[in-house]
């Protein structure tokens, strides 16, 4: 559609080329070592942290997050990064799921509060960048991606309801729409207090880089 949010790499921002490169060959590095486990959490984090400081781009700071903080991962030029993974044997290739885009376990749990406190989480970002694994052996297929929040800011506009049948606290859910278009759905797991992603479009992110790496 002509209105759908539309983004496009730009190849002399924080994610350049020497990066998206010396990711790359990060992660095969990393498969020489497990030959059929994808980086995920700290591990992807570790080979962000490194593929930055490999290039040695002008003016950058990095800096890890306290992990018991809801701040950013890391802190790239004065801009702040999330990073998540998509690594399971179920991650498609046209679809995302993010399993967890943020906590949101205190009280109370109705739908403007639980919406306000991931828009919180949301302004917390500049950029949240995403590694996906998809399982095609004997290779793994592997799009790094980043997730436009401006997409994701749309769950303010969502219709969210009771999800499922769970006794006590229940999970609440909708579908986010752009023009009568499903983008997403939102999901907020009442058992942990988790915000999910769910079935977010590729076409609608921005694809920095595919690669493939063989697995034994």
């Known amino acids: 559609m002509s209105d759908r949010?539309?983004?496009?790499?730009?190849?002399?921002?924080?994610?350049?080329?020497?990066?998206?490169?010396?990711?790359?060959?990060?992660?095969?590095?990393?498969?020489?070592?497990?030959?059929?486990?994808?980086?995920?959490?700290?591990?992807?984090?570790?080979?962000?942290?490194r593929s930055f400081k490999a290039i040695k781009k002008p003016y950058t700071k990095i800096q890890?997050?306290?992990?018991?903080?809801?701040?950013?991962?890391?802190?790239?030029?004065?801009?702040?990064?999330?990073?998540?993974?998509?690594?399971?044997?179920s991650t498609k290739a046209n679809r995302i799921n993010i399993t967890k885009l943020c906590?949101?376990?205190?009280?109370?749990?109705?739908?403007?509060?639980?919406?306000?406190?991931?828009?919180?989480?949301?302004?917390?970002?500049?950029f949240i960048l995403m590694l996906r694994s998809i399982w095609e052996p004997p290779l793994l297929h592997y799009q790094l991606l980043e997730i436009p929040i401006d997409n994701l800011r749309l769950i303010e506009t969502a219709d969210v309801q009771i999800a499922g049948t769970r006794k006590g606290r229940q999970s609440l859910g909708a579908k986010v729409e752009l023009n009568d278009e499903v983008l997403f759905s939102v999901f907020f797991d009442a058992s942990d207090?988790?915000?999910?992603?769910?079935?977010?479009?590729?076409?609608?992110?921005?694809?920095?880089?595919?690669?493939?790496?063989?697995?034994?």
């Open 5 to 49: 949010i539309r983004h496009v790499a730009d190849p002399e921002g924080i994610f350049d080329e020497g990066f998206l490169a010396s990711l790359e060959i990060s992660v095969k590095i990393h498969h020489q070592l497990y030959p059929t486990v994808p980086p995920q959490g700290i591990y992807f984090e570790a080979l962000v942290e």
């Open 64 to 89: 890890a997050s306290n992990r018991n903080l809801a701040g950013h991962d890391l802190l790239v030029e004065g801009k702040r990064i999330s990073l998540k993974t998509e690594t399971g044997a």
């Open 103 to 126: 906590t949101t376990e205190k009280e109370p749990w109705d739908a403007p509060t639980l919406i306000a406190r991931v828009l919180d989480h949301l302004s917390r970002y500049e």
């Open 193 to 216: 207090g988790k915000c999910a992603i769910r079935g977010l479009r590729v076409s609608d992110c921005v694809m920095l880089r595919e690669w493939d790496v063989k697995i034994e």
